[in-house]
């Protein structure tokens, strides 16, 4: 009965491995192709042209914007969104009753638990393992994007400043810079190209992707395009500030370093000494395993270490 919460978290653990394992097994060759160049880029290697490229990139992304607000399915695709991982709302339920059946399939088999309790940590284990798989390659290809974003600007700077228009300067960063940013920008560079706005094709892209430095991009260009101004200086001074917050935030990250790997190790030592006391004395126990408050005890003790993970994190996590 103590294992039952291992071994739940083992099949939450086996089953996020599992979408991981079949991303790659399914995506793995496209995506060392795409390391090398931005999608856009890749798509006109392949031989589209310019409209079809921009009507795939459009599709991809404006496509699943309309139902990201779907119950239960919403937050997935708005997650796939971010992290430019196309996919459809059948492509999702299949996904998720196919996670629900595996965990279902593991719990019948390691866990002695009634089948209502099995049907809702099934449901609970697939949902989960599949947001927290969606969450975490979105937040990488953010976190990307951000680091990239000063070196764009700064090629957009050089590009002003020997007299090139912000069209072509938004052209040169779709060219040279990698994914995600490379194929963002393309769309941008495309979208004017075909007659919309520069500044309106920024503001889509800021609407699009999470990242507040890239709404002050589009602030900023809103602002040069209606009241005038050394376009090229404002650019400039942005990248500075984003440059300038990246290293204030590393050096926060570096001085909290003791106290997050502190917070974590109090947070995990409890379960790793009961994980050596069952192995070094199982019956431990035993004497007080069948008392009325041994159960509603160990139901507070996991709630208050859950808890003590946010506290934890919450007095680490220093926003920049």
Partial sequence: MLFQPLIYAFIFVGVFM???GVYLAIYGR???REKKVNRRLALLQDGKDTEEVLGILRSEREGVEK??????????IEMARHAAITITIPQVIMS?????VVSFLLLRIFTSANWQIQIVVALVTGYAAFYIWLRGKAKKRISLFEEQLPDALDLMVRSLRVGHPMTAAVGIVAREM???????FGLIAD???YGMSVTEAMDRVAARVPVHDLKFLAIALNIQATSGGNLAEILDGLAKVIRARFKLFRKVRAITAEARWSGWFLSVFP???LLLVQVVQPDYYDRVSDHPLFLPGAIV?????VVNVFFMRALVNIKV
Avoid: Q, S
């Fill in 178 to 184: 990698a994914d995600p940013l490379g194929t963002e």
């Fill in 30 to 32: 496209t995506l060392k």
């Fill in 18 to 20: 599992m979408v991981e």
């Fill in 301 to 305: 003790t996991f709630i208050l270490l």
């Fill in 271 to 273: 379960v790793i000494a």
């Fill in 191 to 193: 979208e004017a190209t």
């Fill in 96 to 100: 998720l009753m196919g996670l629900i």
């Fill in 67 to 76: 139902n990201d607000r779907l119950p239960v399915i919403g937050p997935l």
